[in-house]
């Protein structure tokens, strides 16, 4: 049984980090490509980043340099390194198999202004 599942989030100010986890269990996150998206209120849920088994890794133009995908293969555990929060970064955050369409449940970001 696969279960992918997210902790990490919370309430923050703009300009504070997070940082994200997805610990997975039923997969191997280093053999596939894993990816964070977000949903806000009202919005389509959208990628956010993306790491690839090979670890190449992609990411939202606006959230470049200022996030940071990273896998612990170890743990199988894939990150989401967030810094300078923005208001418009509030959403829930999901962690997805991008190859298998697997989800997690999703952890609740808010940045306040």
């Known amino acids: 049984q696969v279960q992918l599942v997210e902790s990490g989030g919370g309430v923050v100010q703009a300009g504070g980090s997070l940082r994200l986890s997805c610990a997975a269990s039923?997969?191997?996150?280093?053999?596939?490509?894993m990816s964070w998206y977000r949903q806000a209120p009202g919005k389509q849920r959208e990628l956010v980043a993306s790491?690839?088994?090979?670890?190449?890794?992609n990411y939202k133009n606006s959230v470049k340099g200022r996030f940071t995908i990273s896998r612990d293969n170890a743990k199988n555990t894939v990150y989401l390194q967030m810094n300078n929060l923005q208001y418009a970064d509030t959403a829930v955050y999901y962690c997805?198999?991008?190859?298998?369409?697997?989800w997690g449940q999703g952890t609740q970001v808010t940045v306040s202004s």
């Open positions: 997805n198999d991008y190859w298998r369409g697997y």
């Open positions: 790491i690839t088994g090979g670890g190449d890794t």
């Open positions: 039923g997969i191997t996150v280093r053999l596939t490509t």
